[in-house]
């Protein structure tokens, strides 16, 4: 797992208050895709900063796990 798309996982479980570092990793990196593109986002960086900005993107995401 490269540090950008940890980073984002740590954000969300930030947001929601639950690790989800122990869904696997495959699983999380689908899950993670899906977001970008259902919120039209072309890549980490700018989801990372989508999701820091917006905690209400966290539980979405954790919702779609």
Do not use: P, Q
């Not at 699983?27 to 820091?52: C, G, Q």
């Amino acid at each position: 797992m490269n540090s950008e798309v940890k980073r984002i996982l740590e954000a969300v479980s930030g947001c929601i208050g639950r690790n989800i570092f122990i869904y696997d990793e495959s699983f999380l990196l689908k899950s993670l895709a899906r977001r970008l593109t259902k919120n039209a986002i072309e890549n980490m960086s700018a989801y990372l900063d989508f999701v820091t900005d917006n905690s209400a993107e966290g539980a979405e995401f954790f919702r779609s796990l």
